[in-house]
Nanobody
Framework: QVQVVESGGGLVQPGGSLRLSCAAS????????VGWFRQAPGKEREGVSC????????YYTDSVKGRFTISRDNAKNTVYLQMNSLKPEDTSIYYC???????????????????WGQGAQVTVSP
């Protein structure tokens, strides 16, 4: 079965850290650009970060720059999102998304994802 599964979400105090994992099965995640986006109830989807398929270029939306780090471990077929200095406004459901093809990087930057997982809840609260 071809799918990605997010894990690592939870409840954390402001200033704390979490690491989200996006584990792929049924395909080679390294062949895809991978993005993380978040969506809170009643709010629009927001692209958070992307990592390219070939040379691991990275992108971060302004609100998380310097706090979040995206990385991939091809041996584990997994992409990570390390989130530090978390703020209450980071509270959301975080989704891992994949993009395939020659334009995968641009598509990831534009939020044009091919598929995504079920999401992981991140709650930042005192």
């Amino acid at each position: 079965q071809v799918q990605v599964v997010e894990s690592g979400g939870g409840l954390v105090q402001p200033g704390g850290s979490l690491r989200l994992s996006c584990a792929a099965s049924g395909f080679t995640l390294g062949d895809y650009a991978v993005g993380w986006f978040r969506q809170a109830p009643g709010k629009e989807r927001e692209g958070v970060s992307c990592i390219s398929s070939l040379d691991d270029m990275t992108y971060y939306t302004d609100s998380v720059k310097g706090r979040f780090t995206i990385s991939r471990d091809n041996a584990k077929n997994t992409v990570y999102l390390q989130m530090n200095s978390l703020k209450p406004e980071d509270t959301s459901i975080y989704y891992c998304a994949t993009v395939w093809g020659s334009r995968s990087w641009l598509k990831c930057l534009n939020g044009e994802y091919d598929s995504w997982g079920q999401g992981a809840q991140v709650t930042v609260s005192p």
